[in-house]
């Protein structure tokens, strides 16, 4: 019992020394995307579906008006 309580004492000492290493100052560090990427890339979906929303508002009141031509 007091060698597995060494043991667990031990491997905490251990771990709570362990350093994490630094990055290499040699290896360039890779750019992160602007906030203007990370806008764009939001923003260019919702600018496509605003295009179509005009299209389909039109192809919506050709529909109602046809079933109204049609006596509905």
Known sequence: MSRSLVLIATLLVLCACNKPTPPD????VEPQARATELRDAIQEPLD?????????????????????????
Request: aromatic fraction near 0%.
């Open 25 to 28: 100052p040699e290896r360039p």
């Open 48 to 72: 496509k579906a605003k295009a179509v929303e005009g299209d389909m508002q039109k192809a919506a009141d050709a529909q109602r008006a046809a079933i109204e031509a049609a006596g509905g």
